[in-house]
């Protein structure tokens, strides 16, 4: 097994790169890309105190008016924690049982890194390949994602560069290399809800109006409700209370407010606007006096079966033996940014056992045939 990826793994795990951290990953591809072929722009967006690094290079073929396949990821990292907690250290690459450990390994630094390597051997096979291939990525995915690829998609969109084709390097697989693919994702809606009563001693009620005892009855109802009941896609709606507080601390005291967190994970049957109408009104007919504020952190999207799909469940097949099943579950991902420009965004990566965990890892016999995926789906679109 040829092991063309496996070093660049390496070299992107040992640059620590917490988010918006980059670490100079971006600046090591770039240098690569280059030398095939590739044009490079830096996409950098955000604060001097939060500065987010973006890269675009794209390398066009020989048939201008071809397909334009893009492969997406992110370089930046969540936070390793405790370092005494790891085996070994969080960006030092190690080696155990047949697992490449590091912060990364899974989310996403072997999928950025199979995407440069399968670039660079398609466009070195195929130099008259028609139509383009890109990559895109950012330093933004693991935090806000407020000046990352959501940035390059309406800079992008604003020059009227064109994407046919979206593949996004997202963890994806469940316990094979191979078994899941992300053909969509749940868009999700947060609120943050205040329940305003009237502070008074329990001795007293009379004197004071307890929010949590009027809004228990509310909440009862919202977290009974039916929202939508999904699609052939989509599982159905949900919601979730994430947090909640009221009271002093003193056990005689009522409280005079009530704050909860709660959350929409909603498919294509639900939308941001009914969603909110259907909250609003429920907590008007039980007579709350309430504050709420909404934040959208992202609208479903939905590739259906077809040439995307396709490529990739075939590479899939001919490198594993196995049939991806597609799934829209998880949480959010950049691929709610690209499907607004692009048509069709499928999400497909290594296993995702170990993301965000202590000891993240890869196991290393996966990294080749990963990279081969990703060759295989560039020569089916772009041959």
Request: net charge negative.
């Amino acid at each position: 097994m040829s092991d063309a990826t496996l070093p660049l793994v390496e070299a992107l795990i040992a640059r620590p790169s917490v988010t918006p951290e980059d670490g100079g990953c971006q600046d090591l591809i770039a240098n690569r890309l280059k030398k095939a072929g590739f044009e490079c722009e830096r996409l950098d967006s955000g604060p001097a105190d939060f500065r987010v690094s973006n890269l675009w290079a794209i390398k066009r073929g020989s048939a201008s008016d071809g397909p334009v396949l893009v492969m997406a990821g992110h370089t930046d990292v969540v936070p390793p924690g405790e370092l005494a907690d790891w085996k070994s250290p969080p960006f030092v690459p190690s080696y155990r049982d047949g697992r490449l450990h590091g912060r990364g390994a899974a989310d996403m630094k072997t999928s950025v890194a199979a995407m440069v390597v399968a670039a660079e051997q398609f466009v070195a096979s195929h130099p008259t390949h028609r139509g383009s291939v890109a990559l895109l990525l950012t330093s933004d995915e693991e935090g806000p994602a407020r000046d990352g690829t959501v940035v390059c998609c309406e800079r992008l969109k604003a020059r009227g560069q064109r994407l046919d084709y979206c593949i996004v390097g997202e963890p994806t697989s469940v316990n094979k290399l191979g078994d899941m693919a992300k053909n969509g994702r749940r868009g999700t809606l947060s609120g943050r809800l205040r329940v305003i009563g009237i502070q008074g001693h329990v001795a007293y009620p009379q004197l004071a109006r307890n929010p949590i005892h009027q809004a228990a009855p509310a909440l009862a109802e919202l977290t009974a409700t039916e929202w939508d009941r999904g699609n052939d896609y989509f599982p159905a709606t949900s919601f979730q209370i994430s947090n909640i507080a009221a009271g002093t601390g003193a056990g005689n005291v009522i409280p005079g407010e009530l704050k909860l967190d709660f959350n929409f994970r909603f498919s294509t049957e639900s939308t941001p606007e009914s969603l909110k109408t259907r909250v609003h009104a429920l907590l008007d007919r039980h007579g709350l006096d309430y504050r709420l504020e909404w934040t959208l952190g992202g609208e479903p999207f939905l590739t259906p079966v077809g040439n995307l799909t396709e490529a990739l469940a075939a590479a899939i097949e001919t490198e594993t033996g196995l049939k991806p099943a597609l799934s829209t579950t998880g949480g959010t991902s950049d691929g709610r940014f690209i499907a607004k420009i692009c048509p069709q965004v499928i999400e497909f990566g290594p296993i995702n056992a170990s993301i965000h965990k202590i000891d993240e890892y890869v196991p290393v016999a996966d990294i080749e045939p990963l990279t081969a995926i990703y060759r295989r789906t560039l020569e089916s679109l772009l041959l």
